[in-house]
């Protein structure tokens, strides 16, 4: 059997590759805010945000999202440009033990609440991130930590670095 090519291992991380891969869904957080948060599961599992675009986005100056015990979530535009994937749509990936529950916190906090939902925060200073697009799926037979570690691993394979909000610690490298 041959190794995948890069644009094979990156057609995993499009709409359509990662619906082959059980990722459902699809909303975007004002979606979830208003009234489909109930078509999000209550067990564990991944999540991905998406852009609708793989060109590179225009930055917001402040970050929309909660100030969570008086923190400033907005990082500059030079980071946030160093950290972009060019070429990916895929800008986030995340783990929950409570899907609706954390999908809910990420969406409260990219509305201004001040909730400590800091992984991810980069995606609120996109300038389209009215338009991202949530997708889960469950993992009932494994811990999402797992799952989260090896979806991550396989964006890396692809793109050769985590997703654009995945690693803020490292922002810039």
Do not use: C
Not at 52 to 81: D, H, V
Not at 136 to 153: V, Y
């Amino acid at each position: 059997m041959t190794e995948p090519t890069e644009t094979q291992r990156r057609a995993d991380f499009s709409r359509a590759g990662l619906a082959r891969d059980g990722f459902v869904g699809w909303l975007t957080f004002d979606q979830l805010r208003a009234d489909k948060l109930t078509q999000v599961p209550p067990e564990g599992g991944v999540y991905v945000v998406l852009r609708k675009s793989a060109r590179p986005p225009g930055f917001l100056k402040q970050n929309p999202g909660g100030r969570f015990k008086g923190r400033n979530p907005t990082i500059a535009s030079t980071a946030l440009e160093a950290n972009w994937v060019d070429g990916a749509k895929v800008v986030y990936i995340g783990k929950a033990n409570a899907l609706r529950r954390r999908l809910n916190e990420f969406a409260r906090f990219g509305a201004g609440a001040p909730i400590g939902h800091w992984g991810g925060r980069l995606i609120w200073q996109l300038g389209d991130s009215a338009d991202l697009l949530v997708a889960w799926k469950p993992t009932p037979d494994e811990d999402p930590r797992g799952a989260e570690s090896r979806l991550i691993a396989r964006f890396r394979a692809a793109y050769d670095q985590p997703p654009f909000a995945n690693e803020p610690q490292k922002l810039g490298r």
